[in-house]
């Protein structure tokens, strides 16, 4: 059986599931236009400088592009960056600016920046003094614009809040007032530059969207339906965040769980119909024992990509518009700690995180590498058969290196469509 050679993309891709059982889709003549998306991974380090040195960060970035990313989603805190009404930290940019630097520095493309994370300070200043809030508002975007500016760095999109549709985590401005947002935003990020792509993010969830029934909210469908005049005259695509297996449950076997992509499907052809660009934001896979391992991340990264590689097909033969990005979550795992309140006090609990894979913390165990830093198995090689244990061919890039299993599956979704956009024959197992 063969798998990713350094050919290009002439062979049958291989699929693995837990128990070391596999599947391949059966090999057919590769010809025509490659799709052209990128893959971008959401890194939350520079949060963490006392954990993370840049010479880290350098390493980390290095890897990452070797494992076929092909650029960096970062966070341009505005809590981080103005603590207080009157205050800046300086340090905090000045980190960002370095970060973006080595991007540069080891052949990433421009990143991604997320302008969201208001500080409490913001927020009840919008609840109290709108006039007030967007003149602040409008001093955190020229802080980073005259930033990027003075360092003659470039990015590729910006992202305005996040999961606006989230009916737990998104509670700062009304959707009326996106138009003055992302007027500021387009201002004072066009003096570093002037053709600013700006996107915001939805969550395709149908916990979330049950929650926002019972709440008498817009589903996420409901939502684009009512605001999405709103959202294609001030954004230029639109991410979306999905967490098949986490925050979307069609059904509780994994198998199933990871190859239904008919909700992610469902709001990619509603944008398509609005005109509007989209991408994946973030979509990923915890690994915290003892609910789920390294073994079932890796497993929903094959699963997924060979039902996401499908849906390529099915647009390209249908005309709908193609995803730009791709985004991961996460590079690297983060603190046990994500919704504040009374329920980050009760995930911090020993024990409690781990009792339930209906509601996990969403900030925990989603990343490619664990906390220390040490590669979890979707970034290793080829995992042996019990019976080809001493006998699969492991496959190395141009460095002569094993392929990492990531950069295969990249390289299976970026493989060109065929002449008439068909994939081959059902796929079959072994």
């Known amino acids: 059986m063969r798998g990713f050679e350094e050919r290009q993309y002439s062979d049958s891709p291989v699929f693995e599931e837990p128990g070391n059982q596999v599947e391949t889709i059966p090999s057919r003549e590769i010809i025509g236009q490659s799709p052209d998306i990128k893959f971008v991974v959401t890194d939350h380090n520079l949060r963490y400088p006392e954990n ?41 940019i000045t980190r960002y600016i370095k970060a973006m630097g080595i991007m540069k520095e080891v052949g990433m493309e421009p990143p991604v ?8 300070w913001a927020t009840q200043l919008y609840k109290t003094n709108k006039g007030e809030f967007f003149k602040a508002y409008s001093e955190y975007i020229n802080l980073v614009g005259d930033a990027l500016r003075q360092a003659g760095l470039s990015f590729n999109s910006a992202q305005i809040f996040n999961e606006i549709n989230h009916v737990f985590l998104f509670k700062f401005v009304n959707l009326e007032d996106l138009p003055e947002i992302t007027r500021i935003v387009r201002e004072g990020l066009a003096k570093a530059q002037p053709d600013v792509k700006l996107s ?11 929650v926002a029934k019972a709440k008498s909210l817009p589903t996420t469908s409901e939502l684009l339906g009512q605001h999405g005049q709103l959202l294609k005259d001030n954004f230029d695509l639109v991410s979306l965040d999905y967490y ?31 005109g509007l660009d989209f991408e994946i934001g973030e979509v990923g896979f915890p690994s915290n024992e003892p609910y789920n391992t390294e073994k079932n991340q890796r497993y929903f990264y094959d699963v997924f ?41 009760l995930l911090s609990i020993p024990g409690v995180s781990k009792a339930t894979t209906l509601a996990p913390n969403p900030e925990h165990a989603f990343g490619l590498k664990n906390n220390a830093g040490e590669a979890k198995s979707i970034l290793k090689g080829r995992r042996a058969g019990p019976k080809q244990r001493f006998r699969r061919k492991k496959f190395k890039d141009i460095s002569g290196q094993e392929l990492p299993r990531l950069a295969e599956i990249i390289r299976y979704v970026k493989r060109p469509f065929t002449k008439d956009g068909v994939e081959g024959a059902q796929v079959r197992s072994k």
């Open 200 to 210: 915001t993010s939805l969550i395709v969830s149908n916990i979330n969207d049950l």
């Open 305 to 345: 990509f060979k039902e996401f590689r499908k849906m390529l097909v099915d647009f390209k033969v249908a005309g709908v518009r193609l995803p730009k990005w791709v985004g991961l979550y996460e590079s690297q795992d983060e603190a046990n700690v994500a919704f504040g309140g009374m329920t980050e006090k």
């Open 113 to 120: 920046l997320v302008l969201s994370n208001p500080p409490d």
């Open 244 to 274: 098949p297996g986490v925050w979307h449950r069609p059904g509780f076997n994994p198998k199933k769980v990871y190859k239904q992509l008919d909700a992610l499907k469902e709001i990619f052809l509603e944008l398509d119909r609005m």
């Open 52 to 92: 993370n040195s840049l010479n880290q960060q350098r390493t980390l970035y290095t890897e990452m592009k070797r494992h076929g990313m092909d650029s960096i989603r970062f966070d341009w805190d505005w809590k981080e960056i103005m603590p207080s009404v009157n205050g800046q930290n300086p340090e905090v």
